[in-house]
């Protein structure tokens, strides 16, 4: 899958894709995401198979890739939650093995509760930019047992395609009183 170079860039693609919408400090995507390729069978054998050990080992490529770049690190991370019943449909949530992978190399805390998706809805993977929209609108809330009031706050996903959901998640996560936010994905669909 090629590099997409954004963790040596702030006002990469990414990024202006996603900073009119909410207040952020970074957006990152390690890899382009695109249908019909390679990069296409790589991303949906981690998300629809059980295979927590290919994304844990993407996760570590993405946190060694984040040490390379001298970026800050975030106090937590926060995996991108799926709905209950789609976590055990999949077997794992790929966001959290992503996290997970990334702490081992960085020695990050993760904290996989902190949200909540509380709707359970069909794959958004067939999905128009309009429907993804109103799809993903107010279906995550915080765990309230959990502060992260003040906190720099990297939101870890696989692949981000109209940003929808990175911002619904990005609603719940300001109703905490974070500091900052960053967003760090395996992917960026083209």
Known sequence: MPRTGFLHRKENELFMKL??????????????????????????????????????????????AWKESERTFPDVLVPVPLHEKRQRE???????????????????SVLPDALYRNIY????????????????????????????????VLLIDDVITTGSTIE???QALFAMEIKELHVYSLSMAV
Not at 34 to 51: A, D, E, F, T, V
Not at 143 to 149: A, F, H, P, S
């Open 90 to 108: 999949r077997g794992y949530n790929q966001s959290e093995a992503l996290a997970n992978g990334f702490a081992d190399v960085t020695q990050a």
């Open 19 to 64: 900073a009119n919408r909410f207040p952020l400090e970074s957006a990152q995507a390690l890899f382009f995401f695109n249908k019909n390729n390679n990069s296409q069978k790589l991303l949906h054998g981690i998300k629809y198979h059980p295979k927590p050990h290919h994304a844990k080992w993407f996760g570590s490529l993405m946190g060694q």
């Open 168 to 170: 619904a998640c990005s």
């Open 121 to 152: 809805r069909s794959s958004q993977t067939s999905k128009g930019k309009n429907e993804r929209w109103i799809s993903a609108e107010s279906i995550y809330t915080q765990n309230k047992n959990i502060d992260l009031k003040g906190k720099s």
